[in-house]
T-cell receptor, first 112, second 114 residues
């Protein structure tokens, strides 16, 4: 089944403890992206990638890192999480810029 | 920079009634436009998309949307709403010049009353 898989689905962590949210797609898509969703703000793009080793900042990149060493994987790294990064995170992928994204099921992160 | 406005935070319609969700975008060139739906606790599902050609596009679940360049709008419509359509709907805009940097509106929550 064609899909975007994120792990974990739920995560509670403490301030300052480094964490990684994994994202993998099995559709051979070129484009991948990370979004965070907060009530009343919709989805805001954190980082995106147009190909292996090509990444760029979205609208809210502060406090996040990404890497794209292989086409299928696009992990999101929080080096030192803070409570304002408590949010619902989505990974997404697409074949081209006109096709629209396929989204993962989301990761609900709570930083205490 | 691209921006998307969904003027209605909440909309309530009766089952069987028609629906129109509004979306306005701000972008100079020809945008790529999308509508997504998110059911509670779920990810986002693509309903339909527009990037060129016929300005009236058909999507899944009986939805359609019309691109109006003069009004910078891409409103979503459905002739007869079903209770299962209750969800949050997001309009999004992209452009070739921005790669795959897709900008989303804040969303419209649709409630369906029986």
């Amino acid at each position: 089944e064609a899909q975007v898989t994120q792990n974990p689905r739920y995560l509670i962590t403490v301030t300052g403890k480094k964490l990684t949210v994994t994202c993998s797609q099995n559709m051979n898509h070129e484009y991948m992206s990370w979004y965070r969703q907060d009530p009343g703000l919709g989805l805001r793009q954190i980082y995106y990638s147009m190909n292996v080793e090509v990444t760029d900042k979205g609208d809210v990149p502060e406090g996040y890192k990404v890497s794209r060493k292989e086409k299928r994987n696009f992990p999101l790294i929080l080096e030192s999480p803070s409570p304002n990064q408590t949010s619902l995170y989505f990974c997404a992928s697409s074949l081209t810029d006109r096709e629209g994204y396929t989204f993962g099921s989301g990761t609900r992160l709570t930083v205490v | 920079a691209q921006s998307v406005t969904q003027p209605d935070i909440h909309i309530t319609v009766s089952e069987g009634a028609s629906l129109e969700l509004r979306c306005n975008y701000s972008y100079g060139a020809t945008p790529y436009l999308f509508w997504y739906v998110q059911s509670p606790g779920q990810g986002l599902q693509l309903l339909l998309k527009y990037f060129s050609g016929d300005t009236l596009v058909q999507g899944i679940k009986g939805f359609e949307a019309e691109f109006k360049r003069s009004q910078s709008s891409f409103n979503l419509r459905k002739p007869s709403v079903h209770w299962s359509d209750a969800a949050e709907y997001f309009c999004a805009v992209g452009a070739k010049e921005y790669g795959n940097k897709l900008v989303f509106g804040a969303g419209t929550i649709l409630r369906v009353k029986s």
